[in-house]
């Protein structure tokens, strides 16, 4: 079963949240594009191959700067475009928004990854219709 769209996971520090992404993208896609705002690629890989997990070539890792998230989002996308991922995974988003992300000039994280479509034509999409609109208006909802 390959999920669409987007789907988040969330719950407490250690629940196992890594874990289950990995476990199911490394089943289910060839290619993963895995983003990781408290980790180096050296100890994930680390950690997933003591689990059975050796992703290889199918995973791209990238180690995230939490800088302002109108450049965070805009490295990753053109990252993305590039690598043509199966599934794109932030792990974690909580870190990235922690430190002060966002949408950047007033626009949430989803506006930049709404319009974003995969080699496959797959559409990532906070389930609304469009992009950002002026006025702040995104996916039909005012933010």
């Not at 949240?17 to 180096?40: G, H, I, P, Q």
């Not at 996308?77 to 794109?88: G, N, S, T």
Request: hydrophobic share 35%; glycine share 16%.
């Amino acid at each position: 079963m390959k999920l669409r769209g987007v789907t988040l996971i969330y719950g407490p520090p250690g629940a196992g949240k890594t874990t289950l992404t990995a476990w199911y993208t490394y089943n289910n896609y060839d290619r993963v594009f895995w983003v990781s705002a408290f980790e180096d690629e050296r100890t994930f890989r680390r950690n997933m191959a003591a689990l059975g997990y050796n992703f290889g070539e199918k995973l791209v890792y990238w180690e995230a700067v939490l800088a302002g998230a109108e450049t965070f989002f805009n490295t990753l996308l053109d990252a993305v475009v590039r690598e043509k991922p199966q599934a794109l995974v932030i792990d974690s988003v909580t870190e990235f928004l922690a430190a002060g992300g966002g949408g950047g000039a007033g626009h949430p994280p989803q506006c930049y990854l709404q319009s974003y479509k995969t080699g496959r034509g797959r559409r990532l999409s906070d389930g609304g219709e469009g992009g950002c609109a002026e006025g702040g208006l995104c996916g039909g909802q005012r933010h």
